[in-house]
């Protein structure tokens, strides 16, 4: 059975970014229906996101500055709201916060301590490792948003390709790479509402799953014991065909740190960096190339010019993209 969100997202946390927003509204789908949206922190700037709200019946709490305690203002209201919403809506199960605050802390034990599963969503440069360990379960808003393509919004027509790849979404976001043909059809309508195998050409939704699967062979569709089973396949999670050497990490660490910043990254936690490549090389280590710690390679990428290094205010260091 679905889960039931409520999803409060702290603007300035999620960089303010239409692309971003998306990506987290999706991510959450796909464990549940959101039930109540409400954003914090929206100023005129935010413009281009009304339709993205709108279209998923969020509320917008706005930025009001006076004074130095604007901030905390926003996150005590965040507060009152999501306890009011646990107090009061017994349909809502679990919750999203979109912040790495440590001041939610508290707010997380009160929730987990009524039965509430908690997500929580940061960008890694202001995660707090205390708040990361609170929550239920919780994700680096760069793991949510890196390597992912976009299919066209929910007002548009799906094409096979765009249904692929969403498919490919739900699959890796399910634990094991593998479910059932109905669950899979499930989560594709609450991320699509206007979603129809028809619109893109067949009559069931078994014979699109086949047609994809032979087209695109990112998954595999399995019959057992009269149940469709939708399986990840192995070629699709298999690596980049280039290797990783001496001559070549700097171009490949680039690239990863394109892509970051294009997704609307400034800074990442070098954790962060390192999963990335690891995901596309699993057999890396430094020594691979000839260095020793995995700060060794960053300040030679940043001998390059690829990268800057930076501490927060705690002393951790932070990878900041040029």
Excluded: W
């Excluded at 005129?44 to 709108?54: A, I, P």
């Excluded at 929550?135 to 007002?155: I, N, W, Y």
């Excluded at 010019?305 to 951790?316: C, I, K, P, V, W």
């Amino acid at each position: 059975m679905a889960s039931h969100f409520a999803l409060f997202a702290d603007l300035e946390n999620c960089g303010g970014k239409k692309s971003m927003l998306i990506d987290v509204i999706e991510r959450v789908k796909i464990r549940g229906d959101i039930l109540i949206g409400k954003v914090y922190g929206y100023t005129d700037s935010h413009s281009d996101l009304k339709e993205t709200l709108l279209s998923n019946t969020f509320a917008v709490v706005p930025s009001l500055r006076y004074g130095r305690s604007q901030k905390n203002s926003m996150d005590i209201q965040l507060v009152i709201d999501a306890l009011d919403v646990a107090y009061t809506n017994p349909l809502i199960d679990s919750f999203c916060i979109v912040s790495g605050d440590s001041d939610y802390v508290p707010l997380v034990g009160k929730l987990k301590s009524m039965g509430k599963f908690v997500l929580g969503i940061s960008r890694s440069e202001v995660a707090s490792g205390v708040f990361m360990s609170a929550c239920s379960e919780f994700q680096f808003l760069e793991t949510v948003t890196a390597g992912k393509e976009r299919p066209g919004p929910s007002g548009e027509a799906l094409t096979a390709k765009d249904v692929n790849d969403l498919i490919v979404t739900i699959l890796g976001e399910s634990g094991d790479g593998e479910m059932l043909a109905s669950e899979v059809k499930g989560v594709l309508l609450r991320l699509r509402h206007n979603f129809s195998e028809k619109s893109v050409g067949c009559s069931t939704f078994g014979k699109l799953l086949s047609r994809l699967s032979q087209q695109f062979g990112d998954f595999t569709v399995e019959t057992e014991q009269y149940n469709l089973i939708v399986c990840l396949s192995q070629r699709h999670s298999q690596p980049s065909g280039e290797q990783m050497t001496r001559e070549s990490f700097p171009r490949i660490f680039g690239r990863i740190l394109r892509e970051y910043k294009e997704d609307g990254f400034d800074r990442v936690n070098p954790s962060i960096l390192k999963s990335a490549v690891q995901a596309e090389y699993p057999d890396f280590t430094e020594r691979q190339i000839g260095l020793r710690r995995f700060s060794d390679v960053l300040r030679a990428l940043e001998r390059e010019g690829l990268l800057a290094l930076e501490t927060d205010e705690s002393g951790n260091m932070l990878v900041r993209i040029p």
